[in-house]
Structure formats: structure tokens, C-alpha cells
């Protein structure tokens, strides 16, 4: 085979990779209504052991349990915390989870952010900020990053692990949220995940 025809090949193969893991990850569209209608759990952690996950230290901040509906989710492979954060996702529950809600809104995620945007706020904004998160999630094993990288937008997703905040040894550091009440910088979650659960 000639460098062309092995280009070729090649260019095929990745295109038929791509399309294949685009099907495999499609949105998924569930019925009218709230179908994750309970707040998120915490409870604090203030003697907890600081936990080494390779190059980091994390603190536990609270433990933490959500079921909540998947809005986006943004995957990372180079950006400052990818070397232990290499996924976020954008939750909702109560309102925010159904999709008479949300057809409202403009959903999109970037630069760690979770964004959203409506011509005319079906709910008040304080309810969408109260309702909704961005969530950095790291997952405790290989099993729980197996099923975090399965996860698809629309699925009921149910969540336990822990809040963290965390130091690099170069340094770098991260600071999770503990309350859904405000919005910007800081606002968003930082989980350990222990335990995957799609309903």
C-alpha cells in the first residue's frame, strides 16, 4: 500500500471512529416533567484526611450526593487540571430538569464554564442559578471514569462522592463551590466520584 492509499485508509478509518462515537453519545430525550425533582444532598466533612490522587492533594470538603438530569458535558484533555479533572458536567434538577423548562434555553459549556441563555426566563434567575451547576468531576477509580465517560446529555445521573478542593505539587490549586446560590467564578462544584448511577 502506497502512503496515498494508507492516507486514505487512514482518513476513513478516523471519520468512521468519529461518526461511530458521535452515535454512541447522542443526546438522549426524555418525557415532560421533573424527572430529578429533589435538591442535592451535603453534609460537611471537617475532619477528613486529605486524599493523594497523583500529582494532587485533595482536601473533602462535604460529602455530596445528586441525582440530577445531564444539561451538557464538556470533556478536557490539555487544558491546567485535565491531568485530574477530564470532565464537566452541566446538571439540573427541580425545574431545571424538565424539558418544559429547558426548551427555553440556550445551553453550552466552555473554558470550565456552564452557560445558559433564554429570550424570556421561563423560571425567575435565581431559580435557574439555585437549580442548575457546572460540576468538575474526578473520577475516584477506573470504574467510576468508565461510567463518567459513558454518560450522555438528557440521562438522569445519580452522583455520591465528595466535594474537594485540591493542590498540585507544582502549585496549582482548585476550590470547589459548597452552595448552589450564586453564579461566576467559584461557583462550581469539585467532586471525587465514588458512585455512578444512570436511572
Not at 445519580?158 to 461557583?187: K, P
Amino acid at each position: 500500500m502506497n502512503w496515498r492509499n494508507f492516507l486514505v485508509a487512514a482518513l476513513v478509518a478516523a471519520a468512521l471512529w468519529h461518526a461511530a462515537s458521535q452515535w454512541r453519545m447522542r443526546p438522549i430525550h426524555p418525557a415532560d416533567g421533573l424527572i430529578a425533582p429533589a435538591d442535592p444532598l451535603q453534609t460537611d466533612l471537617p475532619d477528613a484526611p486529605p486524599i493523594r490522587r497523583g500529582h494532587w492533594l485533595l482536601t473533602p470538603r462535604a460529602h455530596y450526593d445528586i441525582t440530577a438530569r445531564i444539561l451538557s458535558r464538556e470533556d478536557y484533555y490539555i487544558d491546567p487540571v485535565s491531568d485530574l479533572i477530564p470532565e464537566d458536567l452541566a446538571l439540573g434538577w427541580g425545574a431545571m430538569s424538565d424539558n418544559r423548562t429547558l426548551s427555553s434555553f440556550e445551553i453550552t459549556q466552555g473554558g470550565r464554564f456552564y452557560f445558559w441563555h433564554a429570550n424570556e426566563l421561563p423560571i425567575p434567575r435565581q431559580e435557574v442559578i439555585e437549580h442548575s451547576a457546572n460540576t468538575h468531576v474526578i473520577p475516584a477509580d477506573a470504574w467510576s471514569q468508565r461510567q463518567l465517560k459513558r454518560l450522555r446529555v438528557g440521562q438522569v445521573v445519580h452522583l455520591t462522592g465528595v466535594l474537594v478542593d485540591g493542590v498540585r505539587d507544582d502549585g496549582m490549586w482548585i476550590h470547589t463551590s459548597l452552595t448552589r446560590s450564586y453564579t461566576g467564578a467559584g461557583s462550581c462544584e469539585v467532586m471525587l466520584v465514588e458512585q455512578v448511577e444512570t436511572l
